[in-house]
């Protein structure tokens, strides 16, 4: 496989992680988020050494930015829909943070 090809096969890894990322989050599957989330970081420090050695023609740009907007609008649509339980839980946090542990492991 050339560079390119290889560079791109990270690109799109990344994509359909971002995208796994994506439906974990719609199903409030939180846990498994961020088992995806380190999957989706190694992918990326990958992608960084890769980077270096790589020269795009117009196409292979274009390609590459569509990816990119892809990744992008996942990790947008994915802090949408976590947004409300980090705003609940900092609410909760800012209330009193012992009445909170309380509440959510049960201790009494």
């Known amino acids: 496989m050339n560079q390119n090809a290889e560079y791109f ?3 799109e890894a990344i994509a359909a992680v971002s995208h796994r990322m ?3 989050a ?3 599957l939180w846990n498994e988020l961020i088992g ?5 970081l190694m992918l990326v420090d990958g ?4 980077e270096a050695n790589v020269t795009l023609n117009e196409r292979e740009r274009a390609r590459k930015f569509d990816l990119i907007r892809q990744i992008l609008a996942d990790d947008a649509a994915i802090r949408d829909l976590a947004s409300p339980s ?3 839980l900092s609410a ?6 012992v009445r909170v542990l309380k509440e ?3 201790a009494r």
């Open 92 to 97: 909760l946090f800012a209330e009193r943070p």
């Open 9 to 11: 096969a990270r690109y």
């Open 104 to 106: 959510l492991y049960g």
């Open 36 to 40: 995806l989330q380190e999957e989706y």
């Open 26 to 28: 719609r199903r409030a």
């Open 22 to 24: 994506l439906a974990a």
């Open 47 to 50: 992608l960084k050494d890769a």
């Open 86 to 88: 980090v705003a609940r």
